[in-house]
């Protein structure tokens, strides 16, 4: 967990509040506008569930956008989702990520697809979960009688049909944004329409979409934000919001996460990325991730012990155990135990 929040300035002069956990390649996700409190979801079971697992894999960025969280609140009727991008220009030059993946859900999604419009040279990969079907309305339009005149049963509402189960998730998204905030938020999506920025993306993309989404407007945009991309992808999981396939009860690795890996990996994007080994190699050779899997090679595991330990999926424990056995010129994994021992790794 980080042991405090750091803060940086927009050129519009809004103060966000961000955090950077882990080692490796910058892996940036974005805050989803009702759950935007990164200093409390780091104290809820549900929520870490996903981000360890991610932190041990990268390192993971995160920030609370304007108007929640420990960010500036009191943004003002004039709010667009252009702002919404220059949080994240900010956040990203603060914690000098010159290239990451970045990560966005539902509403944050839109805001990811113009960042890497804007600087595809910075996003190595692009991952939407759930994107939300934006057609020129205000952030769900459906609701907006509810949340501009029963705010109370507006949160509860969102809560029971969008989030982990739990009263330290209610109680976190209860304080996560104001309702005055949250309208001038929803109406900065006022204009922006979702299918006419797809067929600008060129990044790679990984879109995760729910089977049983409640709005079937989701379901129909995500096939739409994969198929219009030069490179998108679209992967369904079972489940009928965000929670059900990014976060756990019972400690195991969440399905999505491991969706995630397997994407990254296909495309070269793990501990053993290029950027990311040369900043982090000894003089082994070897990567932080890759001494980590070699000292428990040593201590006698396989590689699904491994992976549980690292909280990383098997494919991916295999591919390190394959670069581990290369760089170190073993035949098997004895003569790796061995190298590890004459170079003191443990």
């Known amino acids: 967990m980080p042991s405090s929040l750091k803060y940086t300035t927009t050129s519009d002069g809004y103060c966000i509040a961000y955090s950077v956990r882990g080692n490796g390649l910058p892996l940036l996700n974005m805050p989803c506008i009702l759950q935007g409190d990164i200093a409390k979801g780091y104290e809820i079971p549900a929520f870490r569930s996903m981000r360890d697992p991610l932190a041990a894999r990268f390192m993971l960025v995160e920030y609370d956008a304007r108007g929640t969280g420990s960010s500036t609140r009191g943004i003002g009727p004039d709010h667009s989702m252009l702002d919404t991008l220059i949080d994240l220009e900010a956040v990203a030059d603060a914690a000098n990520t010159t290239s990451f993946v ?176 040369s900043m982090n190699s000894d003089e082994t050779g070897l990567s932080s991730r890759e001494v980590e899997v070699l000292r428990l090679i040593a201590a006698g595991k396989r590689n699904r012990e491994i992976a549980r330990d690292l909280v990383i999926s098997d494919s991916t424990v295999a591919k390190h155990v394959s670069s581990i056995l290369s760089k170190t010129e073993s035949g098997n994994r004895a003569e790796a135990t061995t190298f590890a021992h004459t170079h003191h790794l443990v």
């Open 102 to 277: 970045l990560m966005a859900d539902i509403f944050s999604c839109y805001t990811a697809m113009l960042f890497a419009i804007q600087y595809p040279e910075r996003v190595r990969a692009l991952i939407l979960v759930n994107p939300s079907p934006l057609e020129g309305e205000p952030l769900m339009a459906a609701w907006r009688d509810l949340y501009l005149n029963s705010w109370p049963l507006f949160l509860s509402t969102f809560i029971a049909t969008t989030c982990p189960d739990g009263e330290d998730v209610k109680e976190m998204v209860a304080g996560s944004v104001t309702q005055e905030d949250f309208k001038h938020i929803a109406d900065g999506a006022i204009g922006h329409k979702m299918a006419d920025i797809i067929c600008l993306v060129t990044v790679p993309t990984l879109v995760l979409s729910s089977r049983s989404f409640l709005n079937p407007k989701f379901l129909k945009v995500a096939h739409e934000v994969a198929a219009g991309m030069a490179n998108g992808r679209l992967v369904h999981l079972d489940g009928s919001k965000n929670a059900d396939f990014l976060t756990s009860s019972d400690g195991s690795l969440p399905r999505g996460i491991r969706v995630i890996d397997e994407f990254l990996g296909e495309l070269g994007l793990d501990a053993d990325d290029p950027l990311v080994t």
